[in-house]
């Protein structure tokens, strides 16, 4: 890994291939891709043929072996063209990594491996209708059966359902011990039962499909269990802190491509006899948003590098991380549709896109005033380095 302030030659290089790829292959097409709520298929075919659908994957499951700074990069400046785009690499890591933390050998090596080859992308089934922040109250259930699993329940809000051949699924295996009776299991789209209801139509990243998840008497092999039985709550949960980086990710790269595009709009709009960046108040909200940007792109970074390493005190960074780069990203597109006036508010713009899109960041994988009561626990428990 690098130091928290600056990259290596070997990160720089993969953000500049990055960049290319999404300028010319991902951007061309995200403002269409918004406008129909279509999945962004050019952007998908982009980045699996640099490998970058999945970077995170370790290569001796044929994968790239990215670290999670690079894969942070690759996630934010493809996010800088497209937020529905980075919605890829960044859910194939969310939805494959309880896999790659608590599977077996033989689980990893077979669902990491169609991951990395492109037989499917990987969806996280968490959420449910009474189950948004309390996490813990499950109602889809696993019963055994023989040496297999009977899933029945519900999954709502999950990203890139219906798109996605691989899913990630917590249910309540033992209704008795509240969380500790939770586990994880791998399901898979052509699985008889399962379906999926209408997309939802929603304020931002259109081109990221959003469905609820239905499973009706899915029969499920016994070896498909991730990890231990009762172990699954506790593995969703440290895949959290690991993937909330990649939210911060992407929140850095929205607010990074709105204030992108707002400079170069200030630069060339003239009012009064000259580029309205020469006035004062412009240059104080440029300052601010470059400077809240660094920010939370730092911070970002640090916490990649204690995802990397699996520090104790990963989870307070993950969601500083998350909740402080998402709020900026807020901030900065709202000031950049600012900056455009009244060009700023329409669709011939990217600017209000990328304010629509940034809002969600404040909301999934956990409200960002959930992320304060997650920080507020760590730092009364003492667990916070620097």
């Not at 500083?320 to 901030?331: E, H, L, R």
Request: aromatic residues 8%; contains cysteine; hydrophobic residues 40%.
């Amino acid at each position: 890994m690098t130091d928290l302030y600056a990259l290596s030659d070997e990160h720089r290089a993969i953000r500049e291939a990055v960049r290319a790829i999404a300028d010319a292959k991902i951007a061309p097409y995200a403002a269409e891709v918004d406008e129909l709520s279509r999945y962004p298929q050019e952007a998908a075919d982009a980045l699996f043929a640099a490998d970058l659908h999945a970077p995170h994957v370790p290569e001796e499951y044929g994968g790239a072996g990215a670290d999670a700074l690079a894969t942070v990069i690759v996630v934010e400046e493809v996010a800088r063209a497209c937020a529905s785009s980075s919605l890829i690499p960044a859910v194939n890591k969310l939805g494959s990594l309880p896999v790659q933390l608590g599977g077996d050998e033989q689980l990893k090596a077979r669902y990491l491996g169609k991951l990395a080859r492109g037989e499917g992308g990987f969806s996280y089934c968490l959420s449910e209708p009474d189950a948004g922040s309390d996490a813990a109250n499950q109602k889809t259930s696993a019963v055994r059966d023989g040496d297999d699993w009977i899933l029945n329940g519900v999954k709502r809000w999950i990203t890139n359902a219906g798109v996605s051949e691989y899913y990630t699924v917590l249910a309540r295996t033992d209704p008795n011990k509240g969380s500790k009776g939770i586990s994880a299991f791998v399901v898979e789209k052509s699985d008889e039962g399962v379906s999926f209801g209408a997309p939802e139509k929603k304020l931002g990243i259109k081109g990221s499909p959003t469905r609820e998840v239905y499973f009706d008497d899915v029969r499920i092999p016994g070896d498909r269990i991730i990890g231990e039985e009762g172990n699954g709550f506790a593995i969703a949960m440290q895949t959290l802190d690991h993937t909330r980086v990649t939210i911060a990710a992407q929140a850095v790269g929205i607010a990074q491509g709105a204030l992108d595009y707002a400079l170069g709009y200030v630069k060339e709009r003239k009012q009064f006899g000259k580029a309205i960046a020469q006035f004062q108040g412009v240059e104080f909200m440029l300052a601010d948003m470059g400077m809240q940007i660094e920010a939370a792109r730092q911070l970002t970074y640090a916490a990649a590098s204690r995802s990397e390493r699996g520090s104790d005190d990963l989870t307070f960074f993950g969601a500083a991380a998350k909740a402080f780069a998402s709020d900026v990203a807020m901030k900065v597109t709202v000031d950049a549709v600012q900056l455009l006036g009244g060009y700023g508010f329409t669709r011939d713009f990217p600017v209000e896109r990328m304010m629509r899109d940034a809002k969600i960041t404040q909301i999934y994988e956990g409200t960002n005033q959930v992320q304060r009561i997650v920080m507020a626990r760590q730092l009364l428990a003492g667990v916070q380095s620097i």
